[in-house]
């Protein structure tokens, strides 16, 4: 069934399979692509954050809805703020470091299919409910299926997050290696999804943890690609 699935998936699918699974939840503020609609295609990487911070957001129908006409990425084209200030667009602290570690690894930013765990917002990752993970990630592997990322790198790699989700869920033996921020460690495991063999790799959460100028995680997040044939 798996080996169907992904045989026939593409991404027109993917607007379909989101409104069944998120169909009570559809007036929610929330959002499922952070990337442009030509990030549904084969790539080494898949970035994925817990759940879209802030207030008073779209409805995550209208995220569906134009998932396959958006040409926007949230972390170079949006104007981000908090309680800390207001950034232009793309120049946010976070939205940097995101830049950062791609330009680092050679891939262009603009390239990579970019998600949330979760797809509901709330001010606080601790303002949502962890089980939304379970109801979402059918999104998920239908995307999985269509980008076929060798890597997954993810926001936060504590039980609470997206790496904690899926080692929860794939996991096997982990993998630690110091993140050059006091004992804050970078960690990572091999899996399959979709029968397809991929490697998920937990930074720090990026609101908190700068990568930038840290060669050594680069090099390693690099290395990881290369291992997964």
């Not at 917002?121 to 979402?136: G, H, K, P, V």
């Amino acid at each position: 069934f798996l080996f169907f699935f992904e045989a026939r998936m593409t991404k027109n699918e993917i607007p379909i399979i989101a409104k069944q699974a998120l169909s009570e939840y559809l007036e929610e503020p929330g959002s499922v692509l952070y990337s442009s609609h030509d990030t549904l295609k084969p790539s080494d990487v898949y970035l994925l954050g817990f759940n879209p911070g802030g207030a008073n957001g779209k409805p995550v129908e209208q995220s569906i809805s134009s998932m396959l006409t958006n040409t926007t990425n949230a972390y170079l084209d949006e104007s981000w703020e908090n309680h800390k200030g207001v950034w232009a667009s793309g120049e946010a602290p976070l939205q940097k470091r995101v830049q950062w570690i791609f330009e680092s690894l050679g891939i262009n930013t603009r390239d990579v299919c970019a998600s949330n765990l979760i797809f509901l917002q709330s001010r606080e990752a601790t303002d949502i409910n962890f089980l939304l993970a379970e109801i979402c990630w059918p999104v998920h592997e239908a995307i999985l299926s269509v980008v076929k990322p060798k890597l997954i790198i993810t926001f936060g790699n504590s039980d609470v997050s997206p790496y904690g989700y899926l080692h929860s869920m794939f996991g096997g033996k982990e993998d630690y290696l110091p993140s050059g921020h006091g004992n804050w460690a970078v960690k990572g495991f091999s899996c399959k999804i979709n029968e397809r063999p991929i490697y998920v790799a937990g930074l720090p959460h990026l609101s908190r943890y700068s990568p930038v100028g840290k060669t050594e995680v680069i090099k390693w997040l690099s290395s990881k690609i290369q291992q997964v044939n």
